[in-house]
């Protein structure tokens, strides 16, 4: 599966002429990294600079990418680590699996220092910031909600809880720690003792 097609899923944009070339594209995402490297913010990207790093013609990005913003969202993801696939054993293992996720997401903002600068200059340009949240954050969003509906559904979660607040409530500490504490320690255990505490006042009685 090509880094577009696992970004959306599917290829919903204009028909390619020609069939894609996942070594085409990852020159194109290294060329994007080897600017960010050397300093080039991504005001100062063009498609042409990035055709130029990366030795291929503009089209053959245009033919990937409808613009820079849906370029950008993929090299943040191939720079990131992936996202990662849920046992579907039990609610808690699952919660586990994506905190864990967003614990080593932490991780990597902090000793990566092309991801944090990344970061930081997307959520000053709100047309890549939509995009990085349409294509990536609410994905993620909509998977934890399943999961906990999916554990209401089992029996495993109350079923008077609101599950989009849960959600809020279980990403919430990671996030905290992750983001708003740079200085806070992400430690091997967190996304457990995180999810254990939670799931102690939300299971049904006698469970």
Request: proline share 6%; net charge neutral; with cysteine.
């Amino acid at each position: 599966m090509s880094l577009t097609d696992s970004r959306t899923g599917h290829d919903d944009g204009p028909a390619r002429g020609r069939p894609r070339s996942e070594a085409v594209e990852r020159a194109i995402i290294e060329g994007v990294m080897k600017l960010l490297e050397e300093g080039v913010s991504l005001a100062e990207l063009s498609i042409e600079r990035i055709a130029r790093t990366a030795g291929v013609g503009k089209a053959t990005i245009y033919r990937r990418w409808r613009g820079k913003e849906e370029l950008f969202v993929d090299v943040v993801r191939a720079a990131e680590p992936p996202d990662p696939e849920l046992p579907g054993t039990c609610l808690r293992d699952d919660l586990v699996v994506l905190l864990e996720s967003l614990r080593q997401r932490g991780l990597a903002n902090r000793s990566s220092a092309i991801l944090h600068s990344v970061h930081a200059q997307m959520k000053s340009s709100p047309k890549l910031w939509a995009a990085y949240h349409h294509t990536v954050v609410e994905p993620r969003r909509r998977l934890g909600v399943a999961v906990l509906r999916r554990g209401q559904a089992n029996g495993e979660l109350r079923a008077d809880v609101d599950v989009e607040l849960v959600n809020d409530i279980v990403i919430g500490p990671m996030l905290v720690r992750a983001i708003l504490r740079p200085d806070a320690e992400l430690s091997d255990g967190l996304a457990e003792q995180i999810v254990d505490t939670l799931l102690d006042g939300l299971r049904p009685p006698g469970n």
